[in-house]
């Protein structure tokens, strides 16, 4: 009866912690073996299992939680946040997942499951949630002992996290090693700031631009640590990327792949067809605009595509650098006419010097000083435009909340076709006497 008693009071005392003290229950459980604190948890009421699971590190709780009746497992995940529940169940292999999500009420699994699905650019789609986290008042003992015990991937930094689960900082495991046994984690880790889950890739790339770091984490609108981007993802999340911009950039969609059914490439592709095409309308009737200037010198038709073509590889130039700035985070909207600036005098200089050689190549060709001179000309004027669409269309179509890589190619070609072909047979007309 006595044994019975005190068994009881012990029940009431520790129950009493939990209701009262539940972050500090949680670090008591941490130190315990995965069955010592499961059998612990136990002894508690549903509300303070929930309360201590959710403040668990998400693998300490995933082991837990697999040692908990279904009944009270059923009953944790339903009053547990949802973003928690989704980052602890993700340490379990697929089939336990699923068990768990099929024993939840339907809204409560369309919940989770909703979280699961973060949009496939987005940081919680790209987090690793095996994480290894810590909490402030923890000393670098307990964290070496969970470094030994090999519970979290090896590699990469340790995350220090309050009695809510938020994230304070990061400390290197090298630092743990170096430090006093009984230092506490807050005081040997570095402030570190995390990206919200719901963050896309651009903000992801945008967190990471100039920073020396080699994982990301993740946290939820409380700043409670999720997960971790790793580096291996990061590099992967910029190749892909980089790839995405080389479709959209020649009017394929981001989502076609190699192997795409043939009716989906179609779709993508011939609605920016249609635009290139009109485009290509436009710059056939401002040649048309000069119909009896060519007919009159057939040696303008040979011409034009020279002229084109400068002007083209120009603005393609002065477009890849601009687009690469504003992928990086170099240049923002704000920079425009530095960068026009620049890829206007860029463009000059490269005008002058192409336009003497080819000034030089038509002399010789058609032994014809006036049309020689016009050709210079209109290679200066062309390339000085395509220089400058090239850095200002990119940055306006930012500005107006556009996708600068699906539309900048075809937006230049049609400025320097317009502008190479306009300067050069608006050049000859205005000096047809001297051709």
Known sequence: MVVTDARGAATTLIGDFARRYPGEMAREVERLPDAAAARCLRSLNRPQIAAVLERLTPDTAARVLLRLPDDVARSVLMAIDPARAVSLLDWLDPSAHERYIGMLDPRTAGEIRALAAYPADSAGRLMDPRVTAVREDAT????????????????GDIYVVDSEGRLIGAVTAHDVVAAALTETLGRLSKPRAGVLAVATRDEIMERLSGSAVAALPVVDVEGRLLGVIRGATLINVAQEAASADIQTMVGASRDERALSKVSFAVRRRLPWLHVNLATAFLAASVVGMFEETIARFTAL????????????NTGAQALAVTMRGLALREIRPRHWLRIAFKEGRVASINGLAVATTTTAGVWLWSQSPGLAMVIGLAMVLSMLAAGLAGAIIPIGLTVSGQDPAQASSIILTTVTDVVGFLSFLGLATLFAAML
């Open 140 to 155: 670098a003992r307990e964290a070496l002992t969970r470094l030994r015990l090999g519970r979290q991937p090896a590699g």
């Open 301 to 312: 038709a040979v011409l034009m595509p020279v002229v084109a073509g400068q002007s083209g």
